[in-house]
């Protein structure tokens, strides 16, 4: 863990360059090693082709992150590492969103071991 997992809608395909919002995210992360191992983090994107926003009146658009991390890291590191996630996020999508109707939010899951299950042997990679 961690995992990054943004939603965008299909209407901002084109303009969002998303890998580069993951690389950006997981840099992040890597950066806050050891308290996120490097051999655990995900980051997916999920394009959206069917969504309805407000009134459905315009051709709104939206992106929205979940941080999924487990239980256990102090409240400190938690909100610092969301700061500055979400303000990558507003800062990769700022263009996008000073031109067109643009909702950005973020959620952090936090979840207990119990039950997850995992096997992961990428983790070796880092620990030489």
Known sequence: MPHFVVE???????????PLLLEKVNK???AKSP???TGGIRSRAIELNDYYIADGEEDDAFVHATLKIGAGRPDDIKKATCDEVFATIK???SSLYNKRYL???MELFEFSEAGTYKQN???SRFKK
């Open 103 to 105: 909702a950005l939010s």
């Open 91 to 93: 800062d990769h999508f």
């Open 8 to 18: 965008y809608t299909n209407n901002i395909k084109d303009e969002a360059n998303i």
């Open 28 to 30: 992040i992360l890597i």
């Open 121 to 123: 042997n990428i983790h």
């Open 35 to 37: 308290i996120f191992p």
